[in-house]
C-alpha cells in the first residue's frame, strides 16, 4: 500500500513539473515571439522614417556605409531619426547634407589611431639566399 501511495505521489508531482515547465516555456517562447514582433515593428518604423527622410543617394551612402562601418551607420540612423522627429529635417536630406552630418558624428566620435609594426629581420631573411652557398 506504501508502494502505491508513493507511486502516485511521484506521478502526481512528475505532471506538476512537466506542466510547470511546460507552461513557463511556452511564456518564455510567447514572449521571445512577442519581443521579437516588437523589434520587428521598430525597424519598419525606422525604414520608413529614412525612406520619407533620404533621398535615394543618400539612402545608397548609407547603405554604403552600413557595410564599411555598421556603428557608424547606426549613430547616424539614430541622429537622423530623432532630427526629423523634432521636426529639424526639412524635405528630403540630399548627398551634402549626409556628409555634413556624418562629419558631425566623425567630430563627437573618439578616433581610434591604428599602428602598423613592421619586423625587418624577418624580412631581410630571404630562403633563395641559402641556394647560392651549396653551388
Known sequence: MADNDLDALRAERMAQLQQQYGSSGGNNAEKQQAQQEQMRQQEEMKHSILSQVLDQQARARLNTLKISKPEKAQMFENMVIRM??????????????????????????????????YDRRRAAIDSDDDDDYGC
Do not use: C, H
Not at 526629423?84 to 578616433?111: C, H, Y
Open 84 to 117: 526629423a522627429q523634432m521636426g529639424q529635417v526639412r524635405g528630403k536630406l540630399d548627398d551634402a547634407q549626409f556628409v555634413s552630418i556624418l562629419e558631425s558624428i566623425n567630430a563627437q566620435m573618439p578616433q581610434s589611431k591604428s599602428t602598423v609594426k
